[in-house]
């Protein structure tokens, strides 16, 4: 969504989007995730694939799902709203099951992913950030209403 | 690597890592001391980088070369990234935006330290 280049520099939440304020920190940090994850999985994948190859595909999902969350966050609007929405679910559900399977049955994650252990070797920010996503996006799709936004 | 280096970079990342976050809390917006901060510790991740490579040419091999490589590229484009990314937000948040980046720049130096201590096998 265009934003007018003259916006004061201190806007109220009324006139907020995902593309700014705090939504550009979530971006910040689901960026850094996405590099993070991005750059591992890529060399687990083309190096030793075979090692643990459900782990690696995890860690190779894990990024794709950052990547996207990071640009459906940075694009704002409905669409993007909503494109962050599902890979934020997506990634809440990747943490939970995950970080539960890894603590059930060690044996098949023998390489730590993003998500093992609830994200504990990344100090469970990859538990917390879909959290803080979903909240952001709750209170913006609210600010969008107020608005008379259609959803 | 190079352990004063190492602790030097950590210290400025920490350092604006806290500034970015006392500006989001006093309510301003970044202001020089982000920029001479961010700058200061994109000279200093590029000097970490010099050594690095200088080890790499003078025949130190760690194991996992691709993934060493990687978060080096990554720590490098890190400082300035924060700060471009920053500087389009308006608002105070953006002082929070630099300390996602330097805080994310402290963590891995350490993994990519940790990474080259790894030789041989």
């Known amino acids: ?23 550009r920190v979530l971006v910040a940090l689901y960026g850094v995730f996405a590099l993070a994850a991005g750059a591992r999985a890529t060399v687990q994948l083309a190096t030793r694939f075979d090692e643990a190859p459900l782990a690696y595909l995890l860690s190779a999902l894990a990024a794709v799902v950052y990547l996207v969350a990071t ?19 997506v990634e809440l559900a990747g943490v939970l099951v995950v970080g539960t399977l890894s603590l059930l049955d060690p044996v098949a994650f023998p390489d730590a992913t993003v998500w093992s252990n609830y994200g504990q070797g990344y100090g469970f920010i990859p538990l917390a950030l879909p959290v803080l996503g979903l909240l952001w996006l709750r209170h913006q799709s609210q600010v969008a209403a107020d608005r008379g936004d259609p959803r | 690597m190079n352990t004063p280096l190492l602790v030097a970079v950590t210290a400025v990342a920490v350092a ?106």
């Open chain 2, 16 to 121: 604006l890592a806290l500034l970015g976050v006392l500006s989001t809390a006093l309510r301003r917006r970044i202001g020089t001391a982000h920029l001479v901060g961010a700058g200061l510790l994109q000279l200093l991740v590029l000097a970490l980088a010099a050594v690095a490579v200088a080890g790499l040419v003078g025949g130190h091999r760690p194991t996992e070369l691709a993934t060493f490589l990687g978060y080096l590229a990554s720590v490098v484009l890190l400082p300035l990234a924060g700060v471009l990314w920053a500087r389009t937000d308006p608002t105070r948040w953006a002082g929070t935006i630099i300390a996602v980046a330097a805080a994310a720049v402290a963590v891995m130096v350490w993994r990519l330290e940790q990474v080259w201590q790894v030789t041989g096998g």
């Open chain 1, 71 to 89: 640009v459906g966050l940075a694009r704002g609007g409905r669409g993007g709203r909503r494109t962050a929405l599902a890979a934020v679910s």
């Open chain 1, 1 to 23: 969504m265009a934003e007018p280049s003259d916006a004061p520099p201190e806007p109220t939440s009324a006139t907020a989007d995902t593309t700014r304020g705090p939504g």
